[in-house]
C-alpha cells in the first residue's frame, strides 16, 4: 500500500501529469467559492540558469479574480492571486498553499498551463473553512517560446496572459 502511495505522488507532478478526468470534488468537500480571472491576469516567468542551461523559472502568478456575484453584492468578492501561492481577498479574507504539494492535472487546450489541485494553508476570515483549491479551464500561461532565456537574458521577466476558474472546497 505504501509503494501504490508514493507512485501515486509521483505521478501528480509538473513532469507527469493525469488526465484532467481524473480531477474530482475532494471528498466531504463542496465548492465554498468559484472565481475567475480577469482579462489582465498573468504567469510571471524568470529567466534562470540551472546547471549549465538556461531555463524559463516559475511561474509566479499575478491574478485579479473575481466571483461576480451581482445577485448578492454581500458576496460579491475580487481577489487577488500571487506568489505563494497567496489568495487574497479584498475585506482581507487569505488563504495560501505550498505550490511544491500541487497535483498537477492536464488542461484541455495543450497550449495552457496545468490544472492544479492545491491543498489551503492558514485560511483566513471567509476563507477559513477552506481546506482545497482548484486551478481548472486555464488557456494560456506556458512560459514564452519566442523570448530567448541565456545567460545575456538572465534575470530577464515575461508576463504571459492566462485565464482560468479557481474553486474553493470546504468541508460540506
Known amino acids: ?26 471528498d466531504g468537500q463542496k465548492v465554498r467559492f468559484k472565481f475567475r480571472t480577469l482579462p489582465t491576469s498573468v504567469q510571471i516567468y524568470t529567466c534562470r540558469q540551472t546547471n549549465q542551461t538556461y531555463t524559463w ?12 456575484d451581482l445577485t448578492n ?8 492571486h500571487y506568489k505563494g501561492p497567496s489568495w487574497e481577498a479584498t475585506d482581507g479574507s487569505l488563504v495560501r498553499s505550498d505550490g511544491s504539494l500541487a497535483k ?11 490544472w492544479l489541485e492545491l491543498p489551503a494553508k492558514g485560511p483566513t476570515k471567509q476563507f477559513a473553512r477552506v ?13 514564452p517560446s519566442d523570448k530567448p532565456c541565456d545567460a ?3 534575470g530577464d521577466q515575461e508576463r504571459v496572459n492566462y485565464s482560468a476558474v ?3 472546497y470546504a468541508d460540506k
Open 73 to 80: 453584492s454581500a458576496k460579491a468578492l475580487t481577489v487577488h
Open 152 to 154: 545575456q537574458h538572465a
Open 1 to 26: 500500500m505504501l509503494i501504490l502511495s508514493a507512485f501515486s505522488l509521483a505521478g501528480q507532478t509538473a513532469q507527469s501529469p493525469l488526465p484532467n478526468s481524473e480531477m474530482t470534488d475532494p
Open 131 to 143: 481546506k482545497v483549491i482548484h486551478r481548472i479551464d486555464t488557456s494560456g500561461g506556458l512560459p
Open 104 to 114: 498537477h492535472y492536464l488542461p484541455n487546450n495543450k497550449d495552457a498551463v496545468h
Open 166 to 168: 479557481y474553486l474553493f
Open 57 to 68: 523559472a516559475g511561474p509566479d502568478p499575478d491574478a485579479i479574480l473575481t466571483n461576480n
